[in-house]
Nanobody, 117 residues
């Protein structure tokens, strides 16, 4: 069973940047979608960014123009480049993997992103 390992979170000042990584533990033969959700205490987990079929991307309105998702297929790794960070971006960020349309998501362990004013 594939596992996702996340890294790259941390503390940054408003306006700064962070780059999150999510690596699959084994080779993945089929990927429908990979991406990122985020969650703060007491709130629903929300979609941040996704990449579908290796080229199509989707972003939450709140991060468009600031965040960029990309993928290194050879290394089974997805990245989230986060620029112009705001305090509202503070959350635990979770990577996910879908191996097929309508299939169950595999989740990473989460990485904390904290943006100070």
């Amino acid at each position: 069973q594939v596992q996702l390992v996340e890294s790259g979170g941390g503390l940054v000042q408003a306006g700064g940047s962070l780059r999150l990584s999510c690596a699959a533990s084994t080779n993945i033969f089929r990927i429908y979608s990979m991406g990122w959700y985020r969650q703060v205490p007491g709130a629903e987990r929300e979609m941040v960014a996704s990449i579908i079929s290796g080229f199509s991307t989707s972003y939450a309105d709140s991060v468009k123009g600031r965040f960029t998702i990309s993928r290194d297929t050879a290394k089974n790794t997805v990245f989230l480049q986060m620029n112009s960070l705001k305090p509202e971006d503070t959350a635990v960020y979770y990577c996910y993997l879908l191996t097929g349309r309508g299939s169950s998501r595999t989740w990473g362990q989460g990485t904390q992103v904290t943006v100070s004013a």
